[in-house]
């Protein structure tokens, strides 16, 4: 369990310290997706690599986290219309998705993303009755490269799991760098006192 916190904890501060995206909405978005995450086999790490980048095109993460849960449960559902949406062959797409759903999710937005801006992807985005969540999946289609660049980040840091007590170090130095000048400054105004009151001491 102490490993597990200290790779989670470390997959999040690497993704949040070489991001624009926040702490505290990697882990609010990943604790959303997680359960829909693992009925698909997409990994937690995986799960920061989207968050970071709806995070850093600023999509609400309610909004953001259920657009992106039922698009995984949609393609699920009907595999030969995402697998045509994907540009792919229904039994490579459908055996792809069992193997590994996140590259499969990728490919579909990588695929929806060629196809243009939101205006282009908008009919799509109808008929896969998600319009409302247009903005967040255009976001996730316009930045594929970016979302394997944070889940590689996350899973590199999570695999490590040293980035967080790292972190923890630095912090920890940091203040006890502030304490010790704060002790030498408080030193000195005391010899400076001593001085004016009692020159002899």
């Known amino acids: 369990l102490r490993g597990a916190m200290l790779a989670t904890g470390s997959a999040i501060n690497e993704v949040a310290q070489n991001s624009s995206a926040a702490e505290s909405y990697l882990v609010d978005f990943t604790a959303r997706v997680s359960g829909t995450g693992k009925q698909a086999g997409i990994s937690q790490t995986q799960i920061m690599g989207f968050a970071s980048v709806l995070d850093q095109d600023m999509q609400q993460v309610e909004m953001a986290s259920t657009a992106l849960q039922t698009v995984i449960m949609k393609v699920y559902q009907e595999p ?88 923890f170090n630095v912090q920890n130095n940091t203040v006890q760098a502030r304490l010790d000048k704060a002790k030498n400054g408080f030193k000195e105004v005391s010899y400076q006192l001593g001085e004016k009151m009692l020159p002899l001491m």
């Open 80 to 167: 030969a219309k995402f697998a045509k949406m994907a540009g792919k062959d229904v039994k490579d797409f459908t055996k792809l998705l069992k193997e590994d759903a996140n590259e499969a999710l990728l490919q579909l937005l990588e695929n929806l993303g060629s196809k243009g801006g939101l205006q282009q992807l908008a009919p799509l985005f109808k008929d896969m009755k998600l319009d409302g969540a247009a903005g967040v999946l255009n976001t996730l289609a316009a930045n594929t490269a970016s979302i394997r660049e944070e889940q590689e980040r996350a899973t590199t840091a999570y695999k490590e799991g040293t980035s967080v007590i790292n972190e």
